[in-house]
């Protein structure tokens, strides 16, 4: 945490957890995609179901999805934006489970076909925590850059990867590493001090059991 | 480094360091965040032409898109003008202020989360004023928003800052101690009186529900943005005056945790308790959906 997570986010009202958050939740499934997003599913629980026509918190989305930043007046015309723009984005309400009152749960599918699952939750002034990407529990803010390295489950793969970014001077806040089951597809995701530069993505990239490298900056 | 978990780590950080509390959050975060104080201080008041501007814009703003809230800063503007207001220049001039940041926030306005976008108002309202009738420079403000910064992490950290975990006190309340610091910061006082104001401002806003009608972030949070930027001057007031809070601001922050998971979920921005309950906000809610 930090000065401009309470002074601040400049955004697009009215409500800092239900459009400025929600608009964050979006825009990660848009950058770990890295294409624009065609169609998307979208499920909303809580008091974001209660009350999201009132917050805007589906024009908050659907601007995210399309990549707008929390501050993007455009927001305020999303819907149309989306609609001329001949996008499939639908907003849900439903039982996302044992979660916080703001999540959402969103579907999406990039131009190529390629898709991506986020359950995220605004957790208030603006802030997140990503919970789950692809079915796979996770649990990162966004407060610092962000490495998810999708990766096979053997032994050295975590190693490899700290390895590089040792080596490049980059320091690791905060690191997990989850599984689907024992040798089957795995995730790190590692919060740095510094930003990763396209270098050392793909550096990790070429490294044997790593599949994808997306790297997330949210600050 | 500063952890802030604790007020009393940044009165005594701040007293050992001989600083204020903003001197002390700014050199702090240009560490944490790996980045110049010049840098830094250039954000903020970035953010601060921000603050200003929702002022201007929100005294020009029409309705709200729902239709249920607008122009009521500029019907205090002109009474204030009018030489009607009952409180002094400051005081109504603040009440102006968050009633327009709040208003141009409801009218999905570009505003700066303080913490959040329901209680946007109440510490521009409260610092814009205090330097504009003081005749403060503006290095002051802004340099007096990393002190409202580190309060706020402080209640972000051991509690919470958001309505749907701990009711409108963990908002308006929150903004509102947060601008008690900062104005006692502005106005020379010293970190132990900052962190009085605080306390004290966030003891008054104890059990503050959030029921928005509708859900919508206007009734009556438009309103509770004026109420907190006055209950900052009262918590400043008395603290630049050396009156104490019998409870330390950390304690007075747990028991806001405390309280805030005390209160049925009906009450957390849920819109189903409350206000959001009345039969008035019940039918300006069917009304809203039908057309909606």
Do not use: W
Not at chain 1, 40 to 47: D, F, M
Not at chain 1, 168 to 197: C, F, L, P, W
Not at chain 2, 1 to 15: F, G, N, P, R, W
Not at chain 2, 81 to 106: C, D, H, M, P, W
């Amino acid at each position: 945490m930090h000065v401009f997570d309470v002074i601040g986010p400049v955004m697009v009202g009215p409500s800092s957890s239900h459009t400025a958050g929600a608009v964050r939740i979006a825009r990660v499934a848009r950058i770990i995609l890295q294409e624009e997003i065609k169609k998307a599913k979208v499920i909303l629980h809580g008091s974001f179901a209660e009350t999201y026509m009132g917050h805007g918190t589906d024009r908050a989305i659907i601007g995210g999805l399309m990549g707008f930043s929390t501050d993007d007046i455009r927001i305020r015309d999303s819907i149309k934006i989306a609609e001329e723009a001949g996008k499939e984005f639908n907003i849900e309400t439903g039982f996302l489970g044992d979660v916080h009152p703001n999540t959402v749960l969103i579907e999406a599918e990039g131009m190529s076909g390629r898709v991506v699952s986020v359950l995220g939750s605004s957790i208030g002034g603006g802030n997140i925590a990503i919970k789950k990407i692809n079915g796979v529990e996770v649990d990162f803010s966004g407060r610092y850059h962000i490495l998810i390295i999708e990766h096979k489950d053997r032994p050295g793969a975590v190693a490899v990867v700290t390895g590089i970014l040792g080596r490049n001077n980059t320091n690791i806040a905060i690191m997990k590493v989850y599984r689907s089951y024992k040798g089957g597809k795995a995730i790190m995701v590692i919060e740095t001090d510094q930003s990763v530069d396209e270098g050392i993505i793909n550096e990790i990239k070429g490294q044997p059991n790593i599949l994808d490298v997306t790297s997330i900056n949210l600050i | 480094m500063i952890t802030y978990k604790s007020v009393q780590e940044l009165v005594d950080k701040a007293l050992e360091a001989g600083k204020s509390i903003s001197e002390l959050v700014l050199s702090d975060q240009s560490l944490q965040l790996e980045t110049t104080e010049e840098d830094l201080y250039r954000k903020m008041e970035e953010n601060f032409e921000v603050m200003k501007q929702s002022i201007e814009e929100g005294l020009k703003c029409g309705r709200s898109p729902s239709g249920l809230s607008g122009g009521a800063a500029q019907k205090l503007r002109f009474a204030v003008n009018a030489g009607q207001n009952i409180g002094g220049r400051i005081f109504s001039e603040t009440l102006v202020k968050a009633l327009a940041v709040a208003e141009y926030n409801a009218s999905t306005g570009k505003i700066v989360a303080a913490p959040t976008a329901g209680s946007c108002g109440i510490i521009p309202a409260v610092l814009v004023t205090i330097t504009e009738e003081k005749g403060l420079s503006e290095d002051s403000v802004v340099k007096s928003l990393f002190a409202a910064a580190g309060i706020g992490m402080v209640i972000a950290n051991r509690a919470s800052i958001s309505g749907a975990e701990g009711g409108c006190q963990a908002e308006c309340g929150s903004a509102s101690a947060m601008a008690a610091a900062a104005a006692v910061e502005l106005l020379g006082g010293s970190p132990y009186q900052a962190a009085n104001a605080c306390a004290i401002a966030l003891k008054n806003t104890l059990g503050l529900v959030c029921d928005p009608v509708a859900g919508l972030v206007e009734i009556p949070c438009i309103k509770r943005n004026a109420m907190g930027a006055a209950n900052a001057l009262v918590a400043a007031e008395l603290a630049l005056a050396g009156i104490e809070s019998a409870i330390p601001a950390d304690e007075v922050i747990d028991a806001m945790k405390s309280v805030g998971e005390l209160m049925p979920e009906s009450l957390k921005e849920t819109a189903k308790g409350g206000l959001a309950a009345t039969p008035s906000a019940k039918r300006i809610a069917r009304q809203l959906f039908k057309n909606g």
